[in-house]
């Protein structure tokens, strides 16, 4: 099975052939997040540059739905991790990439799927609007095993194929699917306890390398992952408003949370100013709006300082499935990739989509 992927899109694309691979220069990764950045990637299998109408070309990289996901779990979590850990995410991404190609249930006609994911030229992207997918220069062997292990298994909901999403750390209670995206309810994608993502998150504070097991390197950057705090002055933040919403409040007087999901995190947010006051949400609007990037996560307290504006937070990214410091946790302590699919994603079940040998 083949999935196509959009790598870039650039006024230019550098590109260099090599015998079997090949190299994108400046990619950029992590778009509008703190971790945003550019790096040389190099892929195996077939690349398609697509001028665009407006000018701009497009690198799309048609490859093998195993060997993308070897390279999905490589830049998403460390190949050092623990194995189970790296076969509980070949699992979920296997899952996801297959919705995202429009084959949502076991029993779809996959001759006549229709892409989910929102693009036109490719099924899904190689950024984190997708999912992580950076070539090869992260992929080991272990990456290679863990998905040959788990080769065709999806997560299922009676014969329907799981949303699996997934966060980096979930703070420690993960987050109900409709207060991150559409009011729509999703049984598996419940908000659950977790207490293993606070443990490393504790070990941090005596060494600065406890994560380096299981993260990858610009990953590691990000020290407080668990519990964070931000800062503002009325008029930072005012500033801030404006240029991420387009948007004159005028002086800030207020944030108010009108709505929060089970985890604690915000959905519905009052923003009062001076000038006019406005309800925003969901949960990654608020973090993009308040934040010159984005807020780790919409789980946060505000407190007044002063004039200013203290934002006392938890966790990083939506908080909806699994969370990947946690299950890290989890596979650590000697919990297998089916346990680990099992808290997270409560009432699913494990299925081949298709057999091991194909």
């Known amino acids: 099975?083949?999935?196509?992927?959009?790598?870039?899109?650039?006024?230019?694309?550098?590109?260099?052939?090599?015998?079997?691979?090949?190299?994108?220069?400046?990619?950029?990764?992590?778009?509008?997040?703190?971790?945003?950045?550019?790096?040389?990637?190099?892929?195996?299998?077939?690349?398609?540059?697509?001028?665009?109408?407006?000018?701009?070309?497009?690198?799309?990289?048609?490859?093998?739905?195993?060997?993308?996901?070897?390279?999905?779990?490589?830049?998403?979590?460390?190949?050092?991790?623990?194995?189970?850990?790296?076969?509980?995410?070949?699992?979920?991404?296997?899952?996801?990439?297959?919705?995202?190609?429009?084959?949502?249930?076991?029993d779809d006609d996959r001759q006549h799927r229709q892409p989910t994911a929102g693009h036109t030229l490719f099924d899904v992207c190689a950024d984190d609007h997708c999912q992580r997918y950076e070539g090869l220069r992260r992929r080991n062997e272990r990456a290679v095993n863990a998905v040959n292990a788990t080769r065709g298994e999806v997560l299922t909901f009676g014969n329907e194929i799981c949303d699996c999403r997934y966060h980096k750390c979930c703070g420690g209670k993960t987050e109900e699917f409709e207060t991150c995206w559409e009011d729509k309810h999703i049984p598996y994608l419940e908000s659950v306890d977790c207490p293993y993502c606070g443990k490393v998150a504790q070990r941090l504070l005596t060494d600065h390398r406890a994560h380096q097991g299981f993260l990858n390197d610009y990953d590691q950057e990000t020290l407080n992952f668990h519990d964070w705090e931000v800062t503002y002055s009325p008029e930072e933040l005012a500033s801030i408003i404006r240029e991420k919403s387009g948007i004159d409040f005028g002086d800030i007087i207020a944030l108010n949370p009108l709505k929060r999901g089970k985890s604690g995190r915000i959905c519905e947010l009052e923003i009062v100013g001076s000038k006019r006051r406005m309800t925003i949400g969901k949960e990654l609007k608020i973090r993009l709006w308040l934040s010159p990037k984005c807020l780790y996560s919409s789980w946060f307290d505000i407190l007044r300082t002063g004039n200013g504006f203290r934002l006392q937070g938890h966790g990083w990214g939506h908080g909806a499935g699994l969370c990947q410091i946690g299950a890290a946790e989890m596979a650590q302590e000697g919990f297998s990739y089916r346990d680990i699919l099992a808290h997270y994603y409560p009432n699913t079940e494990l299925k081949f989509a298709y057999l091991k040998n194909i």
């Open 1 to 106: 099975m083949q999935i196509r992927v959009g790598i870039l899109t650039a006024p230019h694309i550098e590109v260099e052939q090599r015998e079997h691979t090949f190299l994108l220069k400046h990619v950029h990764i992590g778009i509008g997040f703190h971790w945003d950045r550019f790096e040389d990637q190099e892929f195996e299998g077939a690349l398609d540059i697509v001028h665009n109408p407006d000018g701009t070309e497009t690198a799309i990289n048609t490859i093998d739905l195993e060997d993308y996901l070897t390279s999905v779990i490589s830049s998403e979590m460390s190949t050092h991790s623990e194995l189970e850990l790296l076969k509980a995410h070949a699992v979920i991404s296997r899952s996801w990439a297959m919705r995202a190609m429009g084959i949502t249930s076991l």
